[in-house]
T-cell receptor, first 114, second 112 residues
Framework: DADVTQTPRNRITKTGKRIMLECSQTKGHDRMYWYRQDPGLGLRLIYYSFDVKDINKGEISDGYSVSRQAQAKFSLSLESAIPNQTALYFC?????????????FGPGTRLTVL | EDQVTQSPEALRLQEGESSSLNCSYTVSGLRGLFWYRQDPGKGPEFLFTLYSAGEEKEKERLKATLTKKESFLHITAPKPEDSATYLCAVWGALQGAQKLVFGQGTRLTINP
């Protein structure tokens, strides 16, 4: 079973709709992240959370909100989707010992906003 | 502001033809440099972490090296299954706990 799972894997929606993307992890990590990936722009950080009570904005948080329901669950919401939010969305986790700081990514959600 | 630039954007090699990918960075206090592999439509897969200049890490046909200004990912005798986009990311002192800045990646194609 995958350590980091994302649902749905693909979603097509219309402008103005509310969308929630979900992320779950079984790695036992305390830190979770949401990124979006666009061709030519690389991975950009939307929000991150270091524990259930800690939520922080990334470089492109406008138009998005998040919820950390539990240590293992981190959801991303688009309150009113717009076409330029069409992208690949990735959840990532990190944690563990002091000497290992890499982030582990989920399989991604491909979101299309018409 | 921390920045990462990867070159080339795309690279085509013949099977067995060794080469290197470059990751140039500017960062205020490097805490770590990370290499990832990404296959089309999938999430990035962690390869290596490098922490200080002079450090090297190896995994199968891949070897990552680090200087004070750049990192190289050397690919020795590549096979078609090494075809992927390779991403470099840095963690700098100004970023706070483990916020990574990613480069745009190098798309590597290995022809049989």
């Amino acid at each position: 079973d995958a350590d980091v799972t994302q649902t749905p894997r693909n979603r097509i929606t219309k402008t103005g709709k509310r969308i929630m993307l979900e992320c779950s992890q079984t790695k036992g990590h305390d830190r979770m992240y949401w990124y979006r990936q666009d061709p030519g722009l690389g991975l950009r950080l939307i929000y991150y959370s270091f524990d259930v009570k800690d939520i922080n904005k990334g470089e492109i948080s406008d138009g998005y909100s998040v919820s950390r329901q539990a240590q293992a669950k981190f959801s991303l919401s688009l309150e009113s989707a717009i076409p330029n939010q069409t992208a690949l969305y990735f959840c990532a986790t990190s944690g563990g010992t002091r000497m290992t700081h890499e982030q582990f990514f989920g399989p991604g959600t491909r979101l299309t906003v018409l | 502001e921390d920045q990462v630039t990867q070159s080339p954007e795309a690279l085509r090699l013949q099977e067995g033809e060794s080469s290197s990918l470059n990751c140039s960075y500017t960062v205020s206090g490097l805490r770590g440099l990370f290499w990832y592999r990404q296959d089309p439509g999938k999430g990035p897969e962690f390869l290596f972490t490098l922490y200080s200049a002079g450090e090297e890490k190896e995994k199968e046909r891949l070897k990552a090296t680090l200087t004070k200004k750049e990192s190289f990912l050397h690919i020795t005798a590549p096979k078609p299954e090494d075809s992927a986009t390779y991403l470099c990311a840095v963690w700098g002192a100004l970023q706070g706990a483990q916020k990574l800045v990613f480069g745009q990646g190098t798309r590597l194609t290995i022809n049989p």
